[in-house]
């Protein structure tokens, strides 16, 4: 089948559909501009993903060996870069924790800016509270033994108000339990409860992992 040359011209072409370049194509498309993503990565459905990240093969992204997982390992001069390869990027196997630095972070002289004149912190806030409402940002309101032997450790220590639930990019509701989209007015993806399994880094399978 032939297309016209129009066909394929564009206002902007952005190279990868994760978190950067998702976003930058959303917003570009909504000021009215003809945006095309590319992207390497396939799309992947929630049972895609592996039950374990010892299940290399649908783990890791290696074409060659004929391995499309959603993780890809680049080695770079000086540095081994682990990330997300798929539509989605990073946002496919992100962690999903979402922790806003402190305060006194944004006043380091090493951003060269004057505090005087500059107050990052308020600059960037509501940048950080659009994005947080985004990814469904709730602190995690189930702690396992891992976070309780922090907790204890914090308390022994006498800083038991360094501790607090880690703040995450997750549905929790009911288990399993199908849902339709609570974050974009109904306008968004299903989200289902969280099961708990921990398989936040492998890509989640349940629909819980705000993506």
């Known amino acids: 089948m032939k297309h016209k040359s129009a066909d394929f011209l564009y206002d902007f072409v952005i190279i990868g559909s994760g978190f950067g370049g998702s976003i930058s194509a ?6 009215g501009y003809k945006v095309a993503i590319i992207e390497k990565g396939r799309d992947f459905a929630d049972e895609d993903f592996p039950t374990t990240n010892w299940l290399v093969h649908k783990f890791f992204w290696m074409p060659l060996i004929k391995w499309f997982g959603p993780q890809k390992l680049s080695f770079l001069k000086g540095i081994l870069v682990l990330h997300g390869v798929g539509v989605g990027g990073g946002s496919l196997i992100y962690a999903n924790t979402l922790l806003r ?13 004057n505090p005087a004149k500059v107050n990052l912190a308020d600059e960037l806030d509501p940048y950080y509270e659009t994005a947080e409402k985004m ?3 709730t602190e995690n309101p189930h702690l396992e033994e891992g976070e309780e032997a922090l907790r204890k450790t914090a308390l022994d220590l006498g800083v038991a108000d360094s501790f607090h639930p880690t703040r995450v990019g997750i549905y929790f509701g009911t288990p399993d339990k199908k849902v ?3 974050y974009f007015r109904g306008q968004g993806p299903e989200r289902s409860g969280c099961t708990l399994c921990g398989g936040c880094m492998v890509g989640c399978r349940h629909g819980a992992k705000n993506t």
């Open 101 to 113: 630095p402190r305060r006194e972070v944004f006043s380091s002289p090493a951003w060269g800016l």
């Open 180 to 182: 339709p989209d609570p």
């Open 135 to 137: 990814l469904g940002v």
């Open 26 to 31: 959303m917003r570009l498309a909504q000021k």
